[in-house]
């Protein structure tokens, strides 16, 4: 089990490329890499160095047959406004989150979530979104079973 903090972050900007897919982990993952391709794509067309680890951002939290996400990278400030045609920017404001580091495979992500959940309830918070997960290592790099993943969601 995942051990739930609670923390102050900064503000984060970001670049990003929307996709809404199908709920499935193969659909999920199919997704997010087109658009990891594109927002890395355009970063390293307008000299872009990403300021912190990839970034999926979710301002939904229902799930039914089908999700929407950001997928994009930590930017600096000043990066801010290049962003053009199917690349967005945004920043993530500064706030209070609970904040926990799943271990292994993407596809059991859901299954550390159900227990934020479950600790939500039992500590008698509430969450608002968005939500978002930060890829701590890279699958092209390190085992499935070695994977860290960051998964933030503001306190209500």
């Not at 984060?12 to 897919?21: A, F, G, V």
């Not at 307008?46 to 999926?56: D, E, Q, W, Y």
């Not at 000043?78 to 799943?102: K, Q």
């Not at 271990?103 to 859901?110: P, Q, V």
């Amino acid at each position: 089990m995942p051990d739930f903090v609670i923390k102050d972050v900064a503000e984060t900007p970001y670049i990003y490329s929307e996709r809404t897919t199908g709920t499935s982990p193969e659909e999920i993952s199919q997704a997010m890499g087109a658009a990891f391709g594109e927002v890395f794509a355009f970063a390293a067309e307008k000299g872009i160095t990403p300021a912190g680890p990839p970034l999926s951002v979710y301002h939904d939290f229902s799930m039914g047959e089908t999700m929407r996400f950001r997928a994009g990278i930590v930017i600096t400030p000043e990066h801010l406004g290049l962003a053009e045609g199917s690349i967005g920017d945004d920043t993530l404001p500064a706030g209070r989150v609970v904040s926990f580091v799943h271990e292994g495979s993407y596809a059991t992500l859901r299954d550390d979530y159900d227990l934020l959940m479950r600790h939500v309830a039992e500590e008698g918070l509430s969450l608002k979104p968005p939500s978002w997960e930060l890829y701590l290592n890279d699958p092209d790099v390190v085992a499935e079973a070695e994977l860290r993943t960051e998964c933030c969601t503001y306190l209500g």
